[in-house]
Antibody, heavy 119, light 107 residues
Framework: QVQLVESGGGLVKPGGSLRLSCAVSGFTFNDHYMSWIRQAPGKGLEWLSYSSSGGIYRNYADSVRGRFTISRDSANNSLLLQMTSLTVEDTAVYYC????????????WGQGTVVTVSS | TVMTQSPDTLSVSPGERATLSCRASQNIGSNLAWYQQKVGQAPRLLIYDVSTRATGIPARFSGSGSGTEFTLTISSLQSEDFAVYYCQHYYKWPPITFGQGTRLDIK
């Protein structure tokens, strides 16, 4: 069955960096676009970034462009998110999600990993 | 594109019908999805392309609309349906945006 498992969250100081990973299984990783989405405490969902199937194309929300980098480790079927220059506003649960083959709905989600930015 | 959901909170009795609305700030065609999120869980895809149910989603969930006005209807509420619901557009993405959510409470 399809599974997405995030890891790498934790407590980091403002200005710090963190790398999140999302290990996927149960489907052909490079067939699907993948995204990172976050949810600040008590707030709604915010799309952050996508990686095209195969990883050639990527894009970012304005809120993270220039600070976050999405990438794929196809050998290990993993989606990565390198986060730098973190601020308290980046505190959230971070989800990776698989996009449908057509369009950009998110049909499978991981359980999320918590990132807390605090001094 | 800004997605606006209404109401923010909806109180409905079990067995009754719930109607949730989502408005887009521009014409998004049929590029709309709905998600359900329960406390402490990841969102779950319910509906995509306005009206197509995702795998395993019960028939009591239905979606309709086009252009800028969309509706999620839950025909007969079950106890497990009380949750927060989000709409999401994917018209000429990126970016992708979600509505702010509608909380569905037990009346």
């Amino acid at each position: 069955q399809v599974q997405l498992v995030e890891s790498g969250g934790g407590l980091v100081k403002p200005g710090g960096s963190l790398r999140l990973s999302c290990a996927v299984s149960g489907f052909t990783f490079n067939d699907h676009y993948m995204s990172w989405i976050r949810q600040a405490p008590g707030k709604g969902l915010e799309w952050l970034s996508y990686s095209s199937s195969g990883g050639i194309y990527r894009n970012y929300a304005d809120s993270v462009r220039g600070r976050f980098t999405i990438s794929r480790d196809s050998a290990n079927n993993s989606l990565l998110l390198q986060m730098t220059s973190l601020t308290v506003e980046d505190t959230a649960v971070y989800y990776c999600a698989r996009q449908t083959l057509k369009g950009a709905a998110f049909d499978y989600w991981g359980q999320g990993t918590v990132v807390t930015v605090s001094s | 594109t800004v997605m606006t959901q209404s109401p923010d909170t909806l109180s409905v009795s079990p067995g009754e019908r719930a109607t949730l609305s989502c408005r887009a700030s521009q014409n998004i065609g049929s590029n709309l999805a709905w998600y359900q999120q329960k406390v402490g869980q990841a969102p779950r895809l319910l509906i995509y392309d306005v009206s197509t149910r995702a795998t395993g989603i019960p028939a009591r969930f239905s979606g309709s609309g086009s252009g800028t006005e969309f509706t999620l209807t839950i025909s007969s509420l079950q106890s497990e349906d009380f949750a927060v619901y989000y709409c999401q557009h994917y018209y000429k993405w990126p970016p992708i945006t979600f509505g702010q959510g509608t909380r569905l409470d037990i009346k």
